[in-house]
């Protein structure tokens, strides 16, 4: 599965981005979702999953009530809804997919596949 991030982009703090992940020639209707991000300097971390049902979904303590992960299976799309953006929030996210139900993981040991990541940048 050749997954694609899109989205990304520079915006001020207080503001919202809308990231896409979709997979090029497959369906991800049978995949569980995750969004993780990346900052310089620092491990990659997990920000949100959502199972392949869309019926639940998780989201890291840094980022609840600010991010929403959403799902049409209809289009093999996943969205991360970002509002109220920090400075700390700016990363290169990367979305990953892997075949767990409706177990969502929070390590990038058990996704199986990887988008190429898109830029989150936040100006104070």
């Known amino acids: 599965v050749q997954l694609q991030a899109s989205g990304g982009g520079l915006v001020q703090a207080g503001g919202s981005l809308r990231l896409s992940c979709g997979a090029s020639?497959?369906?991800?209707?049978?995949?569980?979702i995750g969004w993780f991000r990346q900052a310089p300097g620092k491990e990659r971390e997990y920000v949100a999953g959502?199972?392949?049902?869309?019926?639940?979904?998780d989201y890291a303590d840094s980022v609840k009530g600010r991010f929403t992960i959403s799902r049409d299976n209809a289009k093999s799309a996943v969205a991360l809804q970002m509002i109220s953006l920090k400075p700390e929030d700016a990363a290169v996210y990367y979305c990953?997919?892997?075949?767990?139900?409706?177990?969502?993981?929070?390590?990038?040991?058990?996704?199986?596949?990887w988008g190429q990541g898109t830029q989150v940048t936040v100006s104070s």
């Open positions: 990953a997919a892997t075949r767990s139900g409706e177990y969502i993981p929070i390590n990038t040991s058990e996704y199986d596949y």
């Open positions: 020639g497959r369906t991800l209707k049978n995949y569980v």
């Open positions: 959502i199972a392949w049902s869309g019926y639940s979904s």
